[in-house]
T-cell receptor, first 114, second 112 residues
Framework: DTGVSQDPRHKITKRGQNVTFRCDPI?????LYWYRQTLGQGPEFLTY????????KSRLLSDRFSAERPKGSFSTLEIQRTEQGDSAMYLC????????????FGPGTRLTVT | DAKTTQPPSMDCAEGRAANLPCNHS???????VYWYRQIHSQGPQYIIH???NNETNEMASLIITEDRKSSTLILPHATLRDTAVYYC?????????????FGKGTLLTVNP
């Protein structure tokens, strides 16, 4: 257990539905990251927050994706109008500013879009 | 764009040293080498990083060649729990080094 938790661990949804995932980082970590991982590939960066500010979004993050980190604590990742191509593991990580190389990852949320 | 090249898979006997190679021939002077691993059904886990000197911590040792074009992660006494995908990542210090760029990594299988 790294101290980063994600909920739910698994989500099965029908195409076109909206889903929301939650990440609770290590409490003293001010940076939070979202990655996506498909089968057989390494994780791909999606976005990151410093405190409550979203500082970068990858091109992978289409308009259907939105992430928030209200009050700089937990974060949510919402996917609207899900597509089968969204099926993946969604990983959250956190770190201390200045130690971005040492990111602590949660167990991930596995999304299956049917 | 892949900055690192790793073998897709390796085997190691339990109790023996596991030596995982990584080529990063286009590494820049301000780029560090980072290693993470991902055990099945878990998120990645940071192992170690280095710039040009060899590094050792409680998990592993990192040997970087003098020209910095390649490195080797060494697990001195591999156990079954070390079976995982090992990722070698090259990234600049500061700036955008928050954005870890994972390749496909090396699947290390430790056999009893």
């Amino acid at each position: 257990d790294t101290g980063v938790s994600q909920d739910p661990r698994h989500k099965i949804t029908k195409r076109g539905q909206n889903v929301t995932f939650r990440c609770d980082p290590i409490s003293e970590h001010n940076r939070l990251y979202w990655y996506r991982q498909t089968l057989g590939q390494g994780p791909e960066f999606l976005t990151y927050f410093q405190n409550e500010a979203q500082l970068e979004k990858s091109r992978l993050l289409s308009d259907r994706f939105s992430a928030e980190r209200p009050k700089g604590s937990f974060s949510t990742l919402e996917i609207q109008r899900t597509e089968q191509g969204d099926s993946a593991m969604y990983l959250c990580a956190s770190s201390l500013r200045g130690m971005d190389y040492e990111q602590y990852f949660g167990p991930g949320t596995r999304l299956t879009v049917t | 764009d892949a900055k690192t090249t790793q073998p897709p898979s390796m085997d190691c006997a339990e109790g023996r040293a596991a030596n995982l190679p990584c080529n990063h021939s286009t590494i820049s002077g301000n780029e560090y080498v980072y290693w993470y691993r991902q055990i099945h059904s878990q998120g990645p886990q940071y192992i170690i990083h280095g710039l040009k000197n060899n590094e050792t911590n409680e998990m592993a040792s990192l040997i970087i060649t003098e020209d910095r074009k390649s490195s080797t992660l060494i697990l001195p006494h591999a156990t079954l729990r070390d079976t995982a995908v090992y990722y070698c990542i090259v990234s600049a210090s500061g700036g955008s080094n928050y954005k870890l760029t994972f390749g496909k990594g090396t699947l290390l299988t430790v056999n009893p």
